[in-house]
Antibody, heavy 120, light 105 residues
Framework: EVQLVESGGGLIQPGGSLRLSCAASGFTVTRNYMTWVRQAPGKGLEWVSVLYIDGSTYYADSVKGRFTVSRDNSKNTLYLQMNSLRAEDTAVYYC??????????????WGQGTLVTVSS | ESVLTQSPGTLSLSPGERATLSCRASQSISSSYLTWYQQKPGQAPRLLIYSASSRATGIPDRFSGSGSGTDFTLTISRLEPEDFAVYYCQQYGRVFGQGTRLEIK
């Protein structure tokens, strides 16, 4: 059974850093495209980042230069390192499996999300 | 990159009725790149339709997608109580529309 479990969210002050984890089971992270999506309270979905099978990474303009996506093959886990956090980064962060460019990149499995609150 | 505009913002219908949700792109996109998701309160989104018209695994056939170019539609033929949720369209794993809330009338 495919499962994604995020962790690492919490309350952080502006300017601080946080690392989110997304533990995968039922499939291999390194053989799939993996993505992060966030949702501010009461708002819509916003794509954040994607990590391709070949290791290429892409980011939304709103997080470029501050966020870094990576993976740990041995732990079958995806990460999102978030630096220089701002109040507008407050959101539930979801990781998801991306089926890749060949199918138009739909996200077929999602985690339950982890809440990041940036506030002093 | 296209901007996706969904309409209406809120749609009020009764169970058993037909729902038609629109997603309009600011520039023409390949139908292969258009995806629809459903999200219920407190839950992660769920993949419904990919490549504009292909149903994801386990999605009932009352859900259908259509369209091309700049205009795409998600249709729910006969609404069930569990279909009342927010629906998002997405282009190529990146841009999301702002969502349509489908509420019980």
């Amino acid at each position: 059974e495919v499962q994604l479990v995020e962790s690492g969210g919490g309350l952080i002050q502006p300017g601080g850093s946080l690392r989110l984890s997304c533990a995968a089971s039922g499939f291999t992270v390194t053989r799939n495209y993996m993505t992060w999506v966030r949702q501010a309270p009461g708002k819509g979905l916003e794509w954040v980042s994607v990590l391709y099978i070949d290791g290429s990474t892409y980011y939304a303009d709103s997080v470029k230069g501050r966020f870094t996506v990576s993976r740990d093959n041995s732990k079958n886990t995806l990460y999102l390192q978030m630096n220089s956090l701002r109040a507008e980064d407050t959101a539930v962060y979801y990781c998801a499996r991306d089926l890749g460019p060949g199918t138009g990149s739909p996200f077929d499995y999602w985690g339950q999300g982890t809440l990041v609150t940036v506030s002093s | 990159e296209s901007v996706l505009t969904q309409s209406p913002g809120t749609l009020s219908l009764s169970p058993g009725e037909r729902a038609t949700l629109s997603c309009r792109a600011s520039q023409s996109i390949s139908s292969s790149y258009l995806t629809w998701y459903q999200q219920k309160p407190g839950q992660a989104p769920r993949l419904l339709i990919y490549s504009a018209s292909s149903r994801a695994t386990g999605i009932p056939d009352r859900f259908s997608g259509s369209g091309s170019g700049t205009d795409f539609t998600l249709t729910i033929s006969r609404l069930e109580p569990e279909d009342f949720a927010v629906y998002y369209c997405q282009q190529y794993g990146r841009v999301f529309g702002q969502g349509t809330r489908l509420e019980i009338k």
